[in-house]
């Protein structure tokens, strides 16, 4: 059974004091210390929204940040080409799906690490449609083969023509912005339809941490938000080096920075569907490098669901991650770990989730599969126990009687299939000899023949073709398959 838009908010990591705490130190931090915004047009926008700005050095009093947190959409939805994969970020309601950039990819035939493709985009968001409990496309993969400039507009054809869940990107440059949102209008019937249905959206890692605005990706902002589309602040600084090494002083810094980017997309557009997207992140102290399988990421990512839920601000953030370079035991108890945590905290929208190893550097089609597994068996502990008077079976109970057995109980056979998590072929639950007999094959290994049934046989809903031709007419766009 599928399990979409379950509601978190069961494990809390913070106080309500702690949280109030961390929400005063980031008001700190920007009336006092501020951010700095080089790019020209924010300036400007900061100066006419009435803020303090010395130079470039950019301050926010609480009272504007309050203004600023009452008129930012407390509820976003972000549609599928398909109605069914429709989702919507508000309160507690919990979404997992794909994530990341890499530029690896683990090759489903040969087993060896190569480039990732843009024919990876089109493969990997047919495998995504096609697994049931990862509930949105966020373009997992950067085809290297590709210059920026060509990105965009390859990219997000490539996804929304292989998938009809909601897709997601980064951005790199304004013309592709426009380009993807033309295309966007296309396939949705228009300009207002897409905004009442949009089914793609975009990201942007808009701040360098510690508190400086991108002046490119600030452009990116702007742009995005005076078309009135989706869109996600990502910043993800790292304890101990872009951020304090305490996780109370980086999530007081990452708040701060969240707060600082929300403001600027209200100014350029009061009421933009903008999602804050805070990823706390962990340095290795012993090499400087990222850990996306700590158990303090996973915590520290816990702990800032509560936090944008002290605002009533949907959230974007991180779980499911590892630092092993393939599918092994490693990945999945990194993984399982973190996605635990941060659903049971009721984050609304987590990325990273599915298909990626090595710290975000690197996809295995394979993994994807075994992920899908994993956010299903988070979903079914998230979903929780149901005790009412039906499923406490007292009358169950007395019928069967002393020494009886349920097993052919109407009561069973009404139950069993919902109250259950059932794994797909990944997760072998047969005895050792039928294992043995069956090839004695290990979960990767099965999730490999899955991964590559599901992408020879399985055909995803197309674009209407008088839509898709007048698409390639206009952008002509590389058909990856």
């Given at each position: 059974?599928?399990?979409?838009?379950?509601?978190?908010?069961?494990?809390?990591?913070?106080?309500?004091?702690?949280?109030?705490?961390?929400?005063?130190?980031?008001?700190?931090?920007?009336?006092?210390?501020?951010?700095?915004?080089?790019?020209?047009?924010?300036?400007?926008?900061?100066?006419?929204?009435?803020?303090?700005?010395?130079?470039?050095?950019?301050?926010?009093?609480?009272?504007?940040?309050?203004?600023?947190?009452?008129?930012?959409?407390?509820?976003?939805?972000?549609?599928?080409?398909?109605?069914?994969?429709?989702?919507?970020?508000?309160d507690k309601r919990v979404y997992i799906g794909t994530g990341g950039a890499a530029l690896k990819v683990i090759d489903i035939e040969t087993g060896r690490i190569r480039d990732a493709h843009l024919k990876d985009v089109a493969l990997l968001a047919r495998l995504v449609d096609n697994l049931d409990n990862i509930h949105f496309y966020l373009v997992p993969v950067f085809p290297t083969e590709l210059c920026k400039e060509e990105a965009d507009i390859n990219t997000y054809y490539n996804a929304v023509s292989n998938t009809t869940k909601h897709v997601q990107a980064g951005v790199y440059s304004v013309k592709g912005i426009r380009d993807v949102i033309l295309m966007g209008e296309h396939i949705a019937g228009g300009e207002e339809a897409l905004r009442e249905r949009p089914f793609i959206s975009f990201i942007t890692s808009w701040m360098i941490s510690p508190l400086k605005f991108d002046?490119?990706?600030?452009?990116?902002?702007?742009?995005?938000?005076?078309?009135?589309?989706?869109?996600?602040?990502?910043?993800?600084?790292?304890?101990?080096?872009?951020?304090?090494?305490?996780?109370?002083?980086?999530?007081?810094?990452?708040?701060?920075?969240?707060?600082?980017?929300?403001?600027?997309?209200?100014?350029?557009?009061?009421?933009?569907?903008?999602?804050?997207?805070?990823?706390?992140?962990?340095?290795?102290?012993?090499?400087?490098?990222?850990?996306?399988?700590?158990?303090?990421?996973?915590?520290?990512?816990?702990?800032?669901?509560?936090?944008?839920?002290?605002?009533?601000?949907?959230?974007?953030?991180?779980?499911?991650?590892?630092?092993?370079?393939?599918?092994?035991?490693?990945?999945?108890?990194?993984?399982?770990?973190?996605?635990?945590?941060?659903?049971?905290?009721?984050?609304?929208?987590?990325?990273?989730?599915?298909?990626?190893?090595?710290?975000?550097?690197?996809?295995?089609?394979?993994?994807?599969?075994?992920?899908?597994?994993?956010?299903?068996?988070?979903?079914?502990?998230?979903?929780?126990?149901?005790?009412?008077?039906?499923?406490?079976?007292?009358?169950?109970?007395?019928?069967?009687?002393?020494?009886?057995?349920?097993?052919?109980?109407?009561?069973?056979?009404?139950?069993?299939?919902?109250?259950?998590?059932?794994?797909?072929?990944?997760?072998?639950?047969?005895?050792?000899?039928?294992?043995?007999?069956?090839?004695?094959?290990?979960?990767?290994?099965?999730?490999?023949?899955?991964?590559?049934?599901?992408?020879?046989?399985?055909?995803?809903?197309?674009?209407?073709?008088?839509?898709?031709?007048?698409?390639?007419?206009?952008?002509?766009?590389?058909?990856?398959?």
């Amino acid at each position: 059974m599928e399990y979409k838009g379950l509601e978190g908010g069961q494990f809390k990591p913070l106080t309500d004091k702690e949280i109030r705490k961390i929400h005063s130190a980031s008001i700190a931090i920007l009336e006092k210390i501020g951010f700095e915004v080089k790019e020209e047009e924010a300036l400007e926008l900061f100066i006419k929204a009435g803020t303090k700005v010395d130079g470039s050095r950019v301050r926010l009093s609480a009272a504007f940040i309050e203004d600023i947190i009452d008129q930012t959409p407390k509820s976003i939805m972000l549609a599928g080409r398909e109605e069914k994969n429709d989702i919507i970020l508000e309160d507690k309601r919990v979404y997992i799906g794909t994530g990341g950039a890499a530029l690896k990819v683990i090759d489903i035939e040969t087993g060896r690490i190569r480039d990732a493709h843009l024919k990876d985009v089109a493969l990997l968001a047919r495998l995504v449609d096609n697994l049931d409990n990862i509930h949105f496309y966020l373009v997992p993969v950067f085809p290297t083969e590709l210059c920026k400039e060509e990105a965009d507009i390859n990219t997000y054809y490539n996804a929304v023509s292989n998938t009809t869940k909601h897709v997601q990107a980064g951005v790199y440059s304004v013309k592709g912005i426009r380009d993807v949102i033309l295309m966007g209008e296309h396939i949705a019937g228009g300009e207002e339809a897409l905004r009442e249905r949009p089914f793609i959206s975009f990201i942007t890692s808009w701040m360098i941490s510690p508190l400086k605005f991108d002046d490119i990706v600030t452009k990116f902002l702007i742009e995005i938000c005076k078309k009135r589309m989706p869109v996600v602040l990502s910043c993800a600084p790292m304890a101990g080096v872009t951020a304090p090494v305490t996780l109370a002083g980086m999530l007081a810094q990452i708040t701060a920075e969240q707060l600082a980017g929300i403001s600027l997309a209200q100014i350029v557009s009061p009421g933009t569907p903008v999602l804050p997207g805070p990823i706390p992140a962990i340095a290795d102290m012993r090499s400087g490098g990222y850990l996306g399988g700590s158990p303090e990421f996973g915590l520290a990512n816990a702990a800032i669901a509560q936090i944008l839920d002290y605002y009533n601000l949907p959230l974007y953030n991180s779980a499911g991650m590892t630092d092993s370079k393939l599918p092994d035991i490693q990945a999945g108890f990194e993984k399982a770990m973190s996605l635990v945590i941060d659903a049971l905290a009721g984050a609304n929208y987590i990325h990273h989730a599915a298909g990626l190893l090595e710290n975000m550097s690197t996809v295995a089609p394979e993994q994807f599969v075994i992920d899908n597994e994993i956010i299903g068996m988070t979903l079914r502990v998230l979903r929780g126990i149901e005790v009412n008077d039906e499923t406490l079976a007292v009358d169950i109970i007395n019928r069967v009687g002393p020494g009886g057995n349920y097993l052919m109980d109407d009561f069973t056979l009404k139950y069993m299939r919902d109250e259950y998590f059932y794994p797909s072929n990944v997760i072998n639950r047969e005895m050792r000899a039928l294992w043995e007999s069956h090839g004695d094959e290990d979960a990767k290994d099965r999730a490999r023949k899955i991964a590559i049934d599901i992408l020879k046989s399985h055909k995803p809903q197309p674009i209407d073709k008088k839509i898709d031709n007048l698409i390639k007419d206009k952008f002509n766009p590389i058909v990856a398959l």
